[in-house]
């Protein structure tokens, strides 16, 4: 993939978490993000309890950027 900011090359990979990737209206300083009603869970788990959540991304290393696939 070519990333739309630089040109540059992307590499492929996930984004991995053991509490699961989410989005959040703002950062959250302490406790999983599952606990607070306004946080919306965009990872994927293939086998429970055996891979942790994940989510497809590709990153740029020139322009430090991650695209994720949700």
């Not at 990737?21 to 306004?38: E, M, Q, S, V």
């Amino acid at each position: 993939m070519v990333c739309p900011y630089c040109g540059g090359e992307m590499e492929s990979g996930a984004l991995q978490s053991h509490y699961g990737i989410y989005w959040l209206p703002k950062r959250r300083k302490a406790g999983p993000p599952d606990l607070f009603g306004n946080a919306k869970l965009l990872s994927r788990q293939d086998a429970p309890l055996i891979t942790p959540p994940y989510i497809p991304a590709s990153r740029c290393t020139q322009c430090k950027k991650i695209i994720v696939e949700y």
